[in-house]
């Protein structure tokens, strides 16, 4: 055998050992991969198990922000824990927070209808003034994001900033058009508003009430609206003589009747007006709410079906009226005993 061919020889072996070597790592390499794929299974499984269970279980925690009100109207801004009751189905509750939030700064979501019917009997212009006197009023600390709707889902305009010079530029840019998916637009909005940096927040909806173009339907949204720990206040751009209701068509009548639910629903408020003077009072009316809230809380139990439970607030003595949150979606709550009374008094 001449050394020529021992070469020859040997290359081939060479590359034969590099084949096998190849199949065998390539065997090896799809037997790993298999192997990874099913300890992965079980866990992507329970992530998908576990991402089912949490849309059907209920809240960790019910926070429940409110206002109270003496003679005339007036916000109480020294209300002690004992003058307050909270119930959950008429059912007094054992709380285990109670804070007040006194001239804290506020997140403003600011929603503006930029649908076609905004164009007529000078709702923008309105709404622009509303703006202008909620920002000028705004106080250390509070910043204001900006959204506008009309047949779409709100949109962006401009995200949460402490400088309202950018909203009032950004309103002067809103032009209406179209139809309105008002129940669409309001139901995105309580989890955007939650980007804002402060713990009290509000979203303030300036609108005709009209919608004629949403995929959700009015019980869809007051669905989505169950249990929402944020205020909403519903400036309807109308005259504030419509609020007599009765006197008014069945098709104004239920615009209205919406704005006021998605209001009353969240524990916000329904202004009607179109001409500053109305909005600038209102405006002042949502400063004193916001500034002078209280805050309520509890962790339900556990136990019981998950299921919309109504809250109430008691209040004896001084105290006219309070404006609170509807309910919240959840378990029992922890029901307050005669021990437990007798401790918090």
Do not use: C
């Not at 998916?181 to 300036?206: C, H, K, Q, W, Y």
């Not at 524990?267 to 400063?287: C, H, S, T, Y």
């Not at 509807?326 to 021990?339: C, D, F, N, S």
Request: hydrophobic share 45%.
């Amino acid at each position: 055998m001449t050394k020529t061919s021992s070469r020859s020889n040997a290359a081939e072996a060479a590359e034969i050992a590099a084949s096998a070597s190849g199949v065998i790592w390539s065997m090896l390499y799809r037997r790993l991969v298999f192997f990874i794929a099913l300890l992965a299974a079980p866990f992507l499984f329970a992530q998908e198990s576990l991402q089912h269970v949490e849309e059907n279980v209920s809240v960790g925690y019910v926070m429940v922000p409110f206002t109270v009100l003496g003679q005339h109207s007036a916000p109480i801004t020294d209300l002690a824990s004992a003058e307050v009751s909270l119930l959950v189905d008429g059912i007094p509750v054992q709380s285990d927070m109670f804070e007040k939030s006194m001239d804290a700064p506020v997140s403003f979501t600011i929603l503006i209808d930029g649908s076609g019917s905004m164009a007529l009997a000078g709702k923008m212009e309105a709404a622009r003034a509303a703006v202008e006197s909620l920002i000028a009023r705004r106080k250390k600390g509070d910043d204001f994001s900006l959204f506008v709707f009309d047949d779409k889902e709100a949109h962006e305009v401009v995200p949460f900033t402490d400088d309202p010079q950018k909203v009032l530029t950004a309103m002067y840019g809103i032009k209406p058009w179209g139809k309105t998916a008002f129940f669409d637009a309001v139901s995105t909005m309580p989890e955007r508003s939650r980007l804002g940096r402060n713990a009290t927040r509000a979203i303030i909806l300036l609108s005709d009430g009209i919608d004629n173009a949403s995929k959700l339907t009015r019980e869809q949204l007051s669905k989505t609206l169950e249990g929402l720990a944020i205020p909403i206040y519903s400036l309807g751009l109308r005259e504030a003589s419509e609020a007599e209701l009765k006197r008014q068509t069945a098709e104004s009548s239920s615009d209205i009747a919406l704005l006021a639910d998605v209001a009353t629903q969240t524990g916000g408020r329904l202004f009607l007006g179109n001409r500053p003077e109305q909005l600038a009072k209102a405006v002042d009316r949502i400063e004193l709410d916001l500034r002078a809230q209280y805050l309520i809380g509890f962790t339900p139990t556990g136990k019981g079906a998950v299921k919309y439970r109504r809250i109430s607030l008691k209040a004896s003595g001084r105290v006219q009226s309070v404006r609170v949150r509807a309910g919240y979606r959840g378990t029992e709550p922890p029901v307050l005993t005669k021990a437990n009374e007798r401790k918090r008094s």
